[in-house]
């Protein structure tokens, strides 16, 4: 094996080509290419487990645990569609998931996911063949496990199976083919291993005929994550295994080839084994293109030109691929002095003075939920809120209000309390379920971003600061949107006054280029932890100890200090208030305008015969009006729960220029007649079919 390739190597390949990161609507020939990669692997490892004609599509993720859940959740549904048990069992002999479906206090156990049970320890196999009669639909098979068959042959009976692979034992799989023999599995997890541990990345690759019913209309998200799909690590998985293992690359290099170098061969990898409905969009959209780079606050598609607006979903401080990013690394903040800056920093801004690093948003609100029910145990309810969205892993769908994420999966975290923080009475709500129920933790979004970026109510906040001591909970605040700047302060709570116990931030992080993530946490839940003499804290924080991730972060707060951020954002948003209100309060097409910093939200007005009958399709015609502008074509976002309002998060280094474009393009298309929109839209869908001939 040569030498694997630095990180920050793949982080200049990225900005010298100005490579799109993190960006959707984009043919990623990295994520192509990696998919083919995981395909080959599997095909490889089984080779008479699937045919030569079957697709094997991938699901890409940010940390082994994360595409764990995920492989979880695909297995479920799964098991449901077959009618059989969504049980599940976890083979972990070195006990790697100590905390993944529960916590243990002195002698009991905090369930955090139920119906999965997790074997470990040295006698797995024993334990196997007591638990062989229950009715478990499928069996998980860590990678401490595959090399011993009699510790898991046992458990498989006909069951669902999912293997955990790392690198090492796939390399040294050729000379130990017994237990490979034995198996033939549904679905392989891929860890970090195989990109040296350097960036967060993990995979799933399954049967087409299991992820299948995932990849179809109103399913193709349930996987979805802010980070994914990234060039940062697909693009390092192909440069490792091209250095770990240049014979297996040696004999796909020609797909490999194809993928970077025939935009039709991309394409129909991209969809056979990434995502269907993605690459619908982008071929609607024309946006398949040869030439497709991002600098700053633009994407250039072909020959055209557009103002990112969605930047990530609220992941971008400066812009796509900094050109600054590496040289600032290289000559700032040695790891260790970065991790001592960024510790510094976080608490100074938040007052929280703890945190535990992560890879994604979900990954912090999950980190959060720990926390804090091993930190109240015996308490156990969550009482969250309807519109709120905590992500879409296990246990983080916790704090994800809409039932429609949830749908298949079968029993998740059981002890939580959804209430309307709009309703006139919600006070009098909270009072009645703090009397009845021994509440661990509230939970919400200042400003619910996917429920249409809507404030929850300032008394509402401040009663439930009032009744925290009353009632000895912890207050949670998803800081993942509105954090690190976006909206002014680094964190919203500090404009809205709350002194919240656990804060999970991510998106901007990751400066666009390094997928990072915080749990903070105050010196209360730390005493209440210490109580209860868990080691829970230590085992967290060693999970995604990233150099990178720290010196990414300290890089930013570096500019942020450096460029006075907050004050640079906080009168950005007032001139994005004042321009859009001067360009929108008159316009038929728009109910509200919302701001805050630079999280912005335009609702469309839903009346009328036509409106009222598109009103989950209508920010599809203003989003397709808005790349066609003439003048400042625009990318921008909706609301997942609420498609009617449009969602807007530019990179928070904006100009003033800019903001005034912005708003005239908005007036522009805004203002447009609805069926003139409607037949562009039509224009469009047509014009890509008759391309697709």
């Not at 002698?107 to 999965?116: A, C, K, M, V, Y």
């Not at 679905?187 to 087409?208: C, G, H, I, L």
């Not at 009346?607 to 397709?624: A, H």
């Not at 066609?628 to 990179?651: A, S």
């Amino acid at each position: 094996m040569t030498k694997p390739p630095p990180i920050l190597d793949t982080c200049r390949e990225l900005i010298d080509k100005q490579i799109p990161n993190l960006f959707r609507l984009y043919l990623n020939p990295y994520v192509a290419q990696a998919c083919v990669c995981l395909e080959a692997i599997l095909k490889q490892t089984w080779s008479s487990s699937y045919t030569a004609e079957e697709r094997l599509p991938t699901y890409l993720g940010n940390a082994f645990e994360e595409v764990l859940s995920g492989a979880c959740k695909l297995a479920r549904y799964e098991t449901e569609c077959r009618g059989t048990s969504q049980r599940g069992l976890i083979l972990d002999p070195a006990g790697r998931l100590k905390y993944f479906e529960s916590i243990s206090i002195g002698e009991n156990q905090i369930t955090l996911i139920p119906d999965i049970v997790v074997l470990s320890g040295p006698d797995v196999g024993e334990q196997v063949k007591q638990l062989a009669d229950q009715n478990f639909g499928f069996v998980v098979i860590l990678p401490e496990a595959l090399p011993d068959q009699s510790v898991w042959e046992s458990a498989l009976a006909n069951r669902l199976q999912i293997v955990c692979l790392d690198r090492d034992l796939w390399l040294d799989s050729d000379r130990d083919a017994k237990w490979r023999t034995g198996l033939s599995p549904d679905v392989v997890v891929f860890d970090e291993s195989f990109v040296n541990q350097d960036v967060p990345f993990s995979a799933m690759t399954a049967r087409s005929d299991v992820y299948g019913r995932w990849m179809q209309p109103g399913t193709s998200t349930f996987h979805s994550t802010t980070y994914q799909p990234n060039s940062i690590s697909t693009l390092h998985l192909v440069n490792s295994l091209t250095a770990a293992c240049p014979d297996f690359i040696a004999g796909i290099q020609s797909a490999l080839d194809q993928a970077r170098r025939d935009l039709a061969f991309r394409s129909d990898t991209f969809a056979a084994l990434f995502s269907p409905s993605l690459r619908k969009a982008i071929r609607t959209l024309d946006f398949n293109q040869e030439q497709v780079i991002a600098q700053g606050h633009n994407v250039m598609i072909g020959q055209r030109c557009f103002f990112d607006g969605v930047a990530g979903v609220a992941c971008s401080i400066r812009g796509h691929n900094p050109p600054t990013y590496v040289s600032e690394l290289e000559t700032g903040d040695s790891p260790k002095e970065a991790r001592e800056y960024v510790s510094r920093k976080l608490a100074s801004l938040s007052g929280l003075d703890h945190h535990i690093p992560g890879v994604s948003g979900g990954g912090a609100v999950e980190t959060a939920l720990k926390l804090g029910l091993a930190a109240q145990f015996p308490k156990k309810y969550v009482l969250a809120f309807q519109g709120g969205f905590g992500g879409k892993t296990l246990l983080a769908l916790t704090g994800t209000a809409n039932p429609k994420y949830k749908a298949h999966l079968g029993t998740l975290y059981e002890d939580v309390i959804y209430i309307d923080p709009f309703a006139s009475d919600v006070c009098e709500t909270v009072d009645k379920i703090l009397d009845e129920y021994s509440i661990a933790i509230v939970q919400f979004e200042l400003v619910q971003g996917v429920g249409g970026v809507v404030s929850l109510p300032d008394p509402l906040i401040a009663h439930l600061q009032n009744k925290r001591d009353e009632h000895d909970y912890l207050i949670f605040v998803d800081e993942v949107q509105t954090g690190m700047f976006r909206t002014g302060p680094f964190l919203h709570s500090a404009d809205r006054g709350v002194a919240p116990d656990l804060v999970s931030t991510g998106k901007a992080t990751s400066d666009m280029m390094f997928p990072f993530a915080f749990t903070l946490f105050s010196d209360r839940v730390k005493q209440k932890l210490e109580a209860q003499q868990s080691d829970l804290v230590p085992a967290l924080d060693s999970l995604y100890d990233y150099d990178l991730g720290y010196q990414t972060v300290a890089n930013t707060f570096h500019h942020a200090e450096a460029n006075k951020l907050s004050e640079r954002v906080r009168d950005a948003g007032q001139l994005f208030s004042e321009k859009l209100h001067e360009a929108l309060d008159d316009c038929p097409a728009v109910a509200d305008v919302r701001v805050f910093g630079l999280l912005l939200a335009i609702e469309l007005k839903r009346t009328g015969w036509l409106r009222s009958r598109l009103q989950k399709m209508l920010f599809r015609f203003y989003f397709v009006g808005l790349l066609q502008d003439r003048e400042l074509p625009m990318i921008m976002g909706f609301c997942q729960y609420k498609p009617y309002i449009m969602k807007f998060t530019p990179p928070l280094s904006v100009t003033d220029d800019e903001i005034e474009q912005i708003a005239n393009t908005l007036r522009r298309v805004f203002n447009r007649p609805l069926p003139i929109l409607i037949a562009k839209a039509v224009k469009l869908i047509v014009a890509a079919k008759l391309r697709r001939k």
